[in-house]
């Protein structure tokens, strides 16, 4: 799910992933288990992630987690999460090789230098809520409800999501199923400019857009020590697509120089599909995690990612887990560096990176320590180093663009640290 920025604000790719992450959590995660004394208790779960793309954007975002369990198995959960993300995003728009001028959406001057790609600054804030019901009601069978609201400056979501899961052959295998409906409106700052244009304003400003959701998963316990798992969704999204502060360039046949820039403009149906293979095997102590998940979907992008988590216990308090990951997607079939003037412009377009060829690998690594200081909880420090590339000089570049970098290294810093506890 996507979630939009203020005035000139893109959305950022970390809102994107911290949205889906917070279904993910309420849509197929299991509540914790409860304690062996079979009493009532409450889990209390705070994390803070700070989040820093060199020379671009910098998030905060603490959540709160409270899940009360009760002794049949059933549990409440309720979650709170604030982020505040600042800096600036590409806007889409090309370099031109002399100094650019332009206004923002909210009426500030904008100057981006010569060779430099244009950025858009953005400031935001938003908050979410997150609830959910799990009930097991026999040895064979729980269900999981939930619900979901979060809202920004331009940009509103409410949604419903349930999960069924099923344990066959004395709990050896797991099947769940699962579905979801979003809601959302997107209302961007001085009006929804119309897609391919000089930024010519429609009058409506609230824009509707529907996200559903289908998920499917199956884990097969093989050995005391091996589980295997393979879960599929489907996503179906309808209305407002297009992000309403891109640009796309459009240049001289010629020298490539831009001469103007138009908005962005994106088809209003998008299909997703994602199959993820994953392998569970527990050593003598440590545990070694493996996955590997294929998407596709209608605008014709691909991804694949490789996934590997190594946890190691270092005492019986204290444990480290090793991640690596590599992920790689090939570009949407509208995704184009720009335009070219005096040839009939194409239904849809984007420059935005995110919708392009690109590559990341993410290392990092989580450390838990429990029984520090006395205390019965445990604290969790994640932190993760990201290198994202893309195609830095696009044999498709004309003229002037050539001697651009048009895809510049980023280089991102994420740190959450966490603390659970049970009250």
Known sequence: MRLQLGAGHPVSPLREKLSKAALAVTLLNLPAVVRADNKPTTQMDITTLVYDEATRAQVVEPLVNVTRLFPDGQSLSAQFGLDVITGASPSGALPSGSTQTSTSASGHEV???????????????RFGFDGGWNKPW????TSNIGGHFSHERDYQSLGINGKASFDLMHRLLTVDLGGGLNHDSVFPHGGTPIGLSDGTILVDRHNPKDVYNYVFG???????????GFDG??????????????????????????????????????????????????????VLYLSYRHYWDTWNLK????????????????????????????????????LIS???????????????????????TIVGLSRIADTAGEWTIRAEYIRQTGESFPADAIGVQKQFDLFPTINTVAVVVGYSFNF
């Open 218 to 228: 199956i884990s097969r316990v093989i050995t005391r020590r091996w589980m295997l």
């Open 138 to 141: 026999n040895h064979y069978f």
């Open 111 to 125: 100057i981006v230098g010569a060779g430099e790609i244009p950025t858009t600054k953005f400031n935001d804030q």
């Open 342 to 364: 005096g040839e009939p412009l194409p239904d849809f377009a984007t420059a935005d990176y995110r919708l392009g060829p690109l590559k990341t690998i993410t290392v990092g």
């Open 303 to 338: 991804s694949n990612t490789y996934d590997v988590r190594y946890r190691h216990d270092l005492t019986e308090h204290a444990y480290l887990e090793p991640h690596v990951r590599y992920y790689k997607q090939t570009p949407a079939s509208f995704y184009t560096i720009g």
């Open 233 to 286: 969704s489907r996503t179906h999204e309808n209305g407002y697509l297009t992000e309403p502060y891109k640009l796309v360039s459009l240049v001289d046949p010629l020298t490539g120089i831009p001469l103007e820039n138009l908005t962005d403009k994106r088809p209003s149906l998008r299909d997703r599909t994602s199959l993820l293979f994953s392998s569970v095997y527990h050593f003598q102590k440590d």
